[in-house]
């Protein structure tokens, strides 16, 4: 009897000994298949700006660019109002930025040089904080589609994913009451947008921009922009009812130059 237990003895510790065996290989396995899988989501967080002198012209705004090719009703709409934007003193009249009406998207980037925002990066979120009017623009990056149910918006319903290290951003469901850019142009409600936001160096930002409208364009266009990081500036308040009425604007632009 005394021979037979010691035989059980060593046949339970040789399959507990194969047992954790095959359990540490399994852990180790796993482990090593999850560090494989592991990626790290690009950093773009910090305050950014267009501010000349750091960052390239406005892709939009560049009147030495080649017009879009417009659809009949978007080119009447933009003959009626691109000579108020041009001119002087009384430019961008027409302009909802300047009725301080929500800017829209791309437009929120144009609205000055600096074009100053923060980039804040959340768990299934990224958002940006534009200094005008202290816009917020969040983008979903959780996987989830637009929203069906929304109705048209001035900022639009962004959805985004990592392709790399650049965030792409479709947006869509936006209404047909704001302009693309410092020129004018128009847009429809059929306005898609798709942003690509890339940090190509520590203090380098772009936005690569694609406006598809099929209402009022014949084929996709855009351009990009260039960002600067400014790690010790702060966002502040800029609000657009407190820095003009029209009459003052169109005074002070009258005014002769010192």
Avoid at 116 to 125: A, H, S
Avoid at 173 to 181: A, C, I, Q, S
Wanted: glycine fraction near 8%; charged fraction near 25%; proline fraction near 7%.
């Amino acid at each position: 009897m005394r021979h037979h237990s010691v035989g059980l003895k060593v046949m339970l510790f040789a399959v507990l000994g194969l047992s954790s065996a095959i359990l540490v290989q399994t852990v180790g396995s796993s482990g090593a298949a999850k560090a494989q899988t592991k990626v790290t989501t690009p950093d773009l967080s910090g305050i950014w700006s267009r501010r000349a002198g750091a960052t390239g012209p406005d892709f939009l705004s560049d009147s030495k660019k080649a017009e879009p090719l417009m659809t009949p009703w978007a080119e009447a709409e933009y003959k009626k109002i691109r000579d108020s934007y041009t001119s002087t003193p009384t430019g961008y009249l027409n302009d909802p930025v300047f009725n301080c009406m929500p800017p829209g998207v791309p437009r929120v980037y144009s609205i000055d040089f600096e074009g100053i925002m923060e980039i804040i990066q959340l768990p299934g979120r990224v958002l940006q904080i534009f200094e005008f009017d202290h816009y917020v623009r969040q983008i979903y990056t959780d996987g989830r589609g637009h929203d069906e149910n929304l109705p048209p918006t001035w900022m639009g319903d962004s959805i985004g994913k990592w392709e790399g290290d650049t965030l792409v951003v479709d947006s869509t469901d936006f209404n047909d009451k704001t302009r693309l850019d410092r020129l004018g142009h128009p847009h429809s409600d059929a306005f898609h947008l798709i942003e690509r936001l890339r940090r190509v160096s520590k203090d380098k930002l772009t936005v690569d921009i694609t406006i598809e409208d099929p209402k009022a364009y014949l084929k996709p266009w855009g351009g990009q922009l260039t960002y600067a990081l400014k790690p010790d500036w702060k966002v502040m308040e800029f609000m657009c009812q407190d820095n003009h009425t029209f009459d003052q604007f169109t005074e002070e632009s009258a005014k002769p130059s010192n």
